[in-house]
T-cell receptor
Framework: AQTVTQSQPEMSVQEAETVTLSCTYD???????LFWYKQPPSRQMILVIR??????QNATENRFSVNFQKAAKSFSLKISDSQLGDAAMYFC??????????????FGKGTKLTVNP | NAGVTQTPKFRVLKTGQSMTLLCAQD?????MYWYRQDPGMGLRLIHY???????AKGEVPDGYNVSRLKKQNFLLGLESAAPSQTSVYFC?????????????FGEGSWLTVV
């Protein structure tokens, strides 16, 4: 079974600075997707960024980018120019791309990000 | 755009009572999921469905039942609620296969069992 580990329960960053959230995963599959979800106090699950395992290029979405190291099974999220609205729980998630499977998301336990003004 | 809608949003139950959470999606998704979220545990999969009329167990299925009689609806039932089932419940859905690798979530249902 796949597992996702987020080793940082809490992180803090100064407004306008850069922060990196860590995520590692364990899988024997070669084809899969990786995601970062943001959960603000409202509890809504918001997709931040996604990465297809077959793509070597790291995904970017405005101030959010990832460092995907497939061999190391590492998928970190970098937030540049941090804003107060970035404060939230961040979840790393894995989804198998294997045909015929459930294609369910497996989540890490989350990292709580605080942004200090 | 309704997306994924969960009802009710909030509910307080007494131990031993039963209830059903309804999830409805209007995106014609094949896959539907029920997760629960507890402090420090992330989201854990309860049950899921890969199509109308099919369901399967996830990571934490005990104490819950599900049904998918219609493609757009996925019901989560608690037959005899226990305090350990106090949690936030999320429904999610997605397309089949690589045609849609993103899973869409509802806004959550807060359940307290006293």
């Amino acid at each position: 079974a796949q597992t996702v580990t987020q080793s940082q329960p809490e992180m803090s960053v100064q407004e306008a600075e850069t922060v990196t959230l860590s995520c590692t995963y364990d899988t024997s599959e070669s084809d899969y997707y990786l995601f970062w979800y943001k959960q603000p106090p409202s509890r809504q699950m918001i997709l931040v960024i996604r990465q297809e395992a077959y793509k070597q290029q790291n995904a970017t979405e405005n101030r959010f980018s990832v460092n995907f190291q497939k061999a190391a099974k590492s998928f970190s999220l970098k937030i540049s120019d941090s804003q107060l609205g970035d404060a939230a729980m961040y979840f790393c998630a894995y989804r198998s791309a294997q045909q015929g499977g459930s294609e369910k998301l497996v989540f890490g336990k989350g990292t709580k990000l605080t942004v200090n003004p | 755009n309704a997306g994924v809608t969960q009802t009710p949003k909030f509910r307080v139950l007494k131990t031993g009572q039963s209830m059903t959470l309804l999830c409805a999606q209007d995106m014609n998704h094949e896959y539907m999921y029920w997760y629960r979220q507890d402090p420090g545990m992330g989201l854990r999969l309860i049950h899921y469905s890969v199509g109308e009329g099919t369901t399967a167990k996830g990571e934490v299925p005990d104490g819950y039942n599900v049904s998918r009689l219609k493609k757009q609806n996925f019901l989560l039932g608690l037959e005899s609620a226990a305090p350990s089932q106090t949690s936030v419940y999320f429904c999610a859905s997605s397309y089949l296969g690589s045609s849609g690798n993103t899973i869409y979530f509802g806004e959550g249902s807060w359940l307290t069992v006293v």
